[in-house]
């Protein structure tokens, strides 16, 4: 079963831009969630998605959005970038979350803002 | 909201030996807690996961304990190899729901040859 996919791996954008990132779940995983990963602040949630509905937000700003298509792939989009934006942004697949079942991550995005 | 806390930063031993690391938390005690490898440049790997119920688990020669009195989970690795060097998160649900994970800072573990 092929893992957790997230495209692109790498990325440079510059101050006020926006950006977007793509995560395929693990083939029949419906629960989503995203996180941001920084030397500072560690992995950190950023929101979760089941059936096309985000259950759950992490404390960031709204320029942090989110969604999920029917097929379980979600996408992420921030927009007006900051230098501070820049961090290894993960999704983690599961079955369903708010069970104990596992996360798998994937690979990551690498974002970097100038 | 819930806090997690990890040992150490770093944490270097010699290959052979055994490697623990804490893993503390505040304000509710979970219903289980789970603890990740995560190597550089890549994501976690979920590792073990350890309920309220049970005091100990175990997967080949990696041990997890859960002390809901001490608000502690204690991860042992024996007979530790350069190849069990990376970073090791817990995480644990941050409410009753499980929907919103909480991580710890991570420990950083250096096995020597």
């Known amino acids: 079963k092929a893992g957790v996919t997230q495209t692109p791996r790498y990325l440079i954008k510059t101050r006020g831009q926006q950006v977007t990132l793509s995560c395929s779940p693990i083939s029949g995983h419906r629960s989503v969630s995203w996180y941001q990963q920084t030397p500072g602040q560690g992995l950190q949630f950023l929101f979760e998605y089941f059936s096309e509905t985000q259950r759950n937000k992490g404390n960031f700003p709204g320029r942090f959005s989110g969604r999920q298509f029917s097929n379980s792939r979600s996408e992420m989009n921030v927009s007006t970038l900051e230098l501070g934006d820049s961090a290894l942004y993960l999704c983690?697949?599961?079955?369903?979350?708010?069970?104990?079942?596992?996360?798998?991550f994937g690979p990551g995005t690498r974002l970097t803002v100038l | 909201s819930q806090k997690i806390e990890q040992n150490s930063e770093a944490l270097n031993i010699q290959e052979g030996k055994t490697a623990t690391l804490t893993c503390n938390y505040t304000n509710y005690s979970p219903a289980y807690l789970q603890w990740y490898r995560q190597d550089p440049g890549r994501g976690p790997v979920f590792l073990l996961l350890i309920r309220e119920n049970e005091k100990e688990k175990r997967k080949e020669r990696l041990k997890v304990t859960f002390d809901t009195t001490l608000k502690q989970s204690l991860f042992h690795i024996t007979a530790s190899q350069p190849a069990d060097s990376a970073t090791y998160l817990c995480?644990?649900?941050?409410?009753?729901?499980?929907?919103?994970?909480?991580f710890g800072p991570g420990t950083r573990l250096s096995v020597l040859p």
């Open positions: 995480a644990l649900p941050s409410d009753n729901y499980g929907q919103n994970f909480v």
């Open positions: 983690a697949s599961s079955l369903v979350l708010g069970s104990t079942d596992t996360q798998y």
